[in-house]
Every structure is written in C-alpha cells, then in structure tokens.
C-alpha cells in the first residue's frame, strides 16, 4: 500500500531502481549487445533525454533479430498510480512485436483494478497500430485533469476519457494506453534502426530480400540502392523479388537493378524472362522495356515468347504494342506470334492476326 500522501515515483526513486524483471531483460547472450539509446519522456516532452539500455537479441547466424527495454512509467497524472513496468520489444526494423511485465505486477486501471487478460489483448493491438490517433493527439484529448470533466461524459470522477477517444484506448486505462504507445512508437525507433544499420552484411541483406515481409525487402533494396550490388547473391535475390513480391517490391528491385547492373545485355535477359511470371512485376517490366529503345533482338523474340506465360489481357496488349514497334518484320517473332492464330482464346487470336496483318 502507498502511505499517506506518498507518490509511487518517490518511493522507486528511494529504492535501488531495479528489480529482478528489470535484471532479467538485460541478460543477454554471447552475441547479443547491450547499448543505450536516449528518450524524453513523452509526459515531459521538454526535458532533457536520458539513457536507456537496450539490448540486442542476435539470432544463431549473427542476424538482429530482436530488441528489448524495461520501462518503468507513471500512467496517472497525480502520481498516486502504481508505476508500469513492462519489457517492450521491437523487431529488427524498430517496429513493435509486443511487451510483458512481472508476474504480480499486472497493469492496472482507474481504482488500481487489474488489466484482464481481453484488454491485454486490446492494448497489443492498439500498441501494433502505428498510425493510432495516440500519436496525433495530445494526452490531455484522452485524458482530463481532475474536476475538469463535464457530468456524465467521462469514464470517472478523477481521471476521464472524452467520448471521441474511447476507441483508441482501454476503458479506464487512457492515461496507460497513451503514455505507453508514445514511448513504444517515439524516438527509440530510429535509434534502434541505427543499430540494425550499423550491424548489416550481404548475407543479411541477402536473407532480408527473401523474407515474406514486405518491410525487410524493402529495407534491403533501400540500402542496395545506395551501396550496390557488391555481391552476385544480391544480383540474384533482386531478380528474385520480381518473381514474387507484390508491385512496390518489384519497382524497387527494378531501380535497383537497372541503377547498378553493369552488363546490360545480361540484365534485359534476365527480365525479359520474368514477365509473366508474376502479377506484381510483369506491368513494372513492360513499362521499362516500353521505353527503350536499341536492345538486343533477342530480347524481343523472348518477349513473343513471353506471351505464352501471360494472363492479364491488358500486359498482353502492352505486349503487341511493343513487340509491333520493335520487331515487326523479324521472322522469328512472327513465327511465335503465328502459333497463337490457332488459340482457343479468342481475344489472343484476335491480337496475333492484327499482328501479322
């Protein structure tokens, strides 16, 4: 129990400031590495940063792989609250992957009742959200100062949340909700992807142009962009991406090729061959081989060849428009546009007979 006219700050301020939890999220592993980073205080957004340590998880290979920080944090405005703990974990980019706090510590609400376990549940995903009005808002639109709330529209007496905000945060818990979502999403997360900069490597950059997660492609193409393709797996794992990422993946992998590949001939070779392959690139393909001009004659009786592989009608006609600018009279495209005179599917038959009309 807090003694009389006491503040939960001042009695962790006279302690020793930590805890065995706290201990336990700095523990780290032979290739783990533990550095500060420096936060405001989003309460007190004027005074100075300080230090906070955090520590790098690396997985078997030496990739980052996660990051963690105890946060110790008033979540009331008179300080009378029981202060949150919580270890808080990002992923290698900075973005948040969930926290956890001490058993017997549990977050608490108005009245200091315990979060149940829906509304840990409901504060994760309102911690997932990076586009939350908790980080367009200032905390006094969800929560107002005592005596200042007009009867019947706040969720208490002491420490009230406006109607408008309650579906940002937990009932009886807007002061947590808000406090905890800025020290999640504020400066912490670029200085954590600092470190990730600062710990890259090809064979990194290599597995991150194969993750199933958009974001890790493309902080990896961001940084080919800038340093190149210093290694044929990179080379491969760019083409890769045209195979199958969706359509934003695939502009970036195409820049990156196109700004860094010095064999030309070999690159318009390598992309011709994957259109069709795949929706998210074919488009971003024909727009690039649209545009130039002087390439190869191979390149364009692969691309008659390509037609084949292709089911957007409108890539199709890309496709002709193209092939009827720059190889027109080539026997060999002519040959392959001839075998679709006698496709079952009409639109295809129609387009090959204009072809060759």
């Given at each position: 129990m807090l003694p009389e006219g006491a503040k939960w700050q001042e009695v962790f301020d006279a302690s020793e400031g930590s805890t065995e939890w706290e201990a336990k999220t700095y523990e780290i592993g032979a290739d783990d590495v533990s550095f500060d980073v420096t936060?405001?205080?989003?309460?007190?957004?004027?005074?100075?940063?300080?230090?906070?340590?955090?520590?790098?998880?690396?997985?078997?290979?030496?990739?980052?792989?996660?990051?963690?920080?105890?946060?110790?944090?008033?979540?009331?405005?008179?300080?009378?609250?029981?202060?949150?703990?919580?270890?808080?974990?990002?992923?290698?980019?900075?973005?948040?992957?969930?926290?956890?706090?001490?058993?017997?510590?549990?977050?608490?609400?108005?009245?200091?009742?315990?979060?149940?376990d829906a509304e840990y549940e409901q504060l994760h995903d309102f911690m997932a959200d990076t586009r939350s009005i908790l980080g367009t808002h200032p905390l006094s639109f969800f929560v107002v100062e005592p005596g200042q709330a007009s009867e019947g529209d706040w969720d208490s007496e002491s420490s009230a949340t406006p109607p408008d905000a309650k579906a940002a945060v937990i009932e009886g818990a807007a002061y947590t909700t808000w406090v905890l979502w800025r020290w999640i999403h504020g400066d912490v997360v670029g200085q954590l992807l600092a470190k990730t900069n600062e710990n890259l490597s090809d064979d990194y950059l290599v597995e991150c142009l194969g993750s199933d997660d958009s974001a890790f492609v493309q902080f990896a193409l961001n940084h080919l962009q800038t340093q190149g393709l210093t290694d044929k797996r990179?080379?491969?794992?760019?083409?890769?991406?045209?195979?199958?990422?969706?359509?934003?993946?695939?502009?970036?992998?195409?820049?990156?090729?196109?700004?860094?590949?010095?064999?030309?001939?070999?690159?318009?070779?390598?992309l011709i061959e994957r259109i069709g392959l795949n929706g998210g690139s074919s488009r971003v393909l024909l727009n690039y081989f649209k545009k130039l001009d002087l390439v190869d004659i191979a390149v364009w009786r692969q691309l008659a060849v390509q037609l084949e592989r292709m089911s957007e009608y409108r890539d199709i006609d890309i496709t002709f428009g193209i092939l009827r600018q720059q190889a027109l009279q080539d026997p060999e495209v002519r040959a392959q546009i001839s075998r679709f005179l006698e496709s079952e599917d009409p639109f295809m038959k129609r387009r090959a007979a204009n072809f060759l009309q």
């Amino acid at each position: 129990m807090l003694p009389e006219g006491a503040k939960w700050q001042e009695v962790f301020d006279a302690s020793e400031g930590s805890t065995e939890w706290e201990a336990k999220t700095y523990e780290i592993g032979a290739d783990d590495v533990s550095f500060d980073v420096t936060l405001i205080d989003p309460i007190f957004p004027d005074m100075a940063g300080l230090p906070y340590s955090v520590v790098l998880q690396k997985d078997a290979r030496g990739f980052p792989l996660e990051y963690r920080m105890f946060l110790r944090t008033g979540v009331c405005l008179d300080g009378t609250c029981k202060l949150l703990e919580a270890t808080l974990f990002w992923d290698a980019l900075g973005r948040f992957v969930r926290f956890e706090y001490p058993q017997g510590a549990p977050f608490t609400k108005t009245e200091h009742d315990p979060f149940t376990d829906a509304e840990y549940e409901q504060l994760h995903d309102f911690m997932a959200d990076t586009r939350s009005i908790l980080g367009t808002h200032p905390l006094s639109f969800f929560v107002v100062e005592p005596g200042q709330a007009s009867e019947g529209d706040w969720d208490s007496e002491s420490s009230a949340t406006p109607p408008d905000a309650k579906a940002a945060v937990i009932e009886g818990a807007a002061y947590t909700t808000w406090v905890l979502w800025r020290w999640i999403h504020g400066d912490v997360v670029g200085q954590l992807l600092a470190k990730t900069n600062e710990n890259l490597s090809d064979d990194y950059l290599v597995e991150c142009l194969g993750s199933d997660d958009s974001a890790f492609v493309q902080f990896a193409l961001n940084h080919l962009q800038t340093q190149g393709l210093t290694d044929k797996r990179l080379y491969r794992g760019s083409l890769e991406v045209l195979e199958e990422r969706g359509q934003r993946d695939c502009i970036l992998a195409l820049d990156v090729l196109t700004t860094h590949s010095e064999d030309l001939a070999k690159l318009h070779a390598d992309l011709i061959e994957r259109i069709g392959l795949n929706g998210g690139s074919s488009r971003v393909l024909l727009n690039y081989f649209k545009k130039l001009d002087l390439v190869d004659i191979a390149v364009w009786r692969q691309l008659a060849v390509q037609l084949e592989r292709m089911s957007e009608y409108r890539d199709i006609d890309i496709t002709f428009g193209i092939l009827r600018q720059q190889a027109l009279q080539d026997p060999e495209v002519r040959a392959q546009i001839s075998r679709f005179l006698e496709s079952e599917d009409p639109f295809m038959k129609r387009r090959a007979a204009n072809f060759l009309q």
